[in-house]
């Protein structure tokens, strides 16, 4: 009977020796594995919704970062600008700017009325790698946010771009939206686009968009001369404003003769402090009307239901 009592003692001794040093080992390592693991997403917006990396002092300090003369500087803050998934609207080479980010050429910052907000919004634009980029930027609470980032893809422009991008007032006076343009071609044919685009909340939308210029071979041309003979379609459009905002668009289908060779241009680059000189695109050569083919006209009218303008 006493040994049985001890056993029994024994085993129950034991087993709660060995429960305590469990729950003291389980406790110390949640503690340490709480030490260890970082707060997620959601966890540090609640405890701070100002910490996210994507808001910034001011649009300023954008601008300084993207023209320093440091490395370091220019591939933390293009890190910041564009590597993220919510910036879907404008191609990053990543890989080109890993190690020896390219400084920003003609860098350039507005503020400028994109909504019926108090504050401005911030534009700022510059050039990198050949490509015109425009930064739209928002005053929040808890600073000033990245909400889009366009550029356009012009293939045969003359550098550096200065009319690839506009703020025309077309719907409100006083609040302006983004004309984009775009362009692309060969050897034989050109197309130039118009994108308009208007700030709706934190999103840019695009409202309208206009072919401005189309050159294509003449179709079925035999002369000896096939290869200076084009068709083009030119148009030119103009903003209504009134109780109901329209486009007026004009396009006048022509065929014309280019003759003589494209004209040089030069122009500055800041990245290096130098001159360049180029040979301007073909299209760019002189141009004579050989027949009309037609003039037509159209206007765009902004539905206010499906907020964009529609023919």
């Not at 029994?8 to 709480?34: D, H, N, P």
Request: with cysteine; hydrophobic share 40%; net charge neutral.
């Amino acid at each position: 009977m006493r040994r049985w009592k001890s056993r029994t003692l024994a085993f129950t001794l034991c087993f709660s020796v060995g429960l305590l040093a469990a729950f003291v080992c389980a406790s110390i390592f949640g503690l340490f594995a709480r030490r260890q693991r970082p707060l997620s997403l959601n966890q540090q917006s609640s405890d701070d919704p100002c910490a996210a990396a994507d808001y910034f002092q001011a649009p300023e300090q954008v601008l300084s970062a993207l023209k320093s003369s440091e490395v370091n500087v220019r591939r933390e803050m293009f890190q910041r600008l564009f590597v993220r998934p919510s910036v879907a609207t404008v191609y990053y080479d990543y890989e080109r700017d890993l190690n020896y980010p390219e400084r920003a050429d003609r860098a350039r910052l507005a503020y400028v009325q994109l909504d019926t907000s108090a504050e401005p919004e911030a534009l700022l634009t510059f050039v990198r790698f050949e490509h015109p980029v425009a930064l739209v930027f928002k005053k929040q609470s808890c600073g000033w946010q990245l909400i889009a980032a366009l550029s356009s893809w012009l293939r045969f422009e003359n550098y550096p771009y200065e009319t690839w991008l506009s703020l025309p007032e077309t719907i409100k006076p006083g609040v302006h939206e983004l004309l984009v343009r775009d362009s692309t071609g060969d050897a034989a044919s050109y197309l130039s686009k118009a994108r308009l685009l208007k700030l709706n909340g934190d999103s840019l939308n695009q409202i309208a968009e206009i072919d401005e210029v189309s050159v294509e071979p003449l179709r079925d041309y035999q002369g000896s001369d096939w290869s200076d003979v084009r068709r083009r379609q030119a148009t030119r459009f103009t903003f209504k404003q009134g109780s109901v905002p329209r486009i007026q668009v004009e396009t006048t289908d022509e065929v014309i003769k280019f003759s003589g060779s494209a004209p040089n241009y030069s122009y500055w680059l800041e990245t290096d402090g130098s001159w360049h000189a180029l040979q301007r695109n073909w299209t760019a050569r002189v141009a004579t009307r050989q027949r009309l083919l037609g003039v037509t006209q159209e206007q765009l009218v902004w539905n206010e239901q499906e907020k964009r303008f529609v023919k």
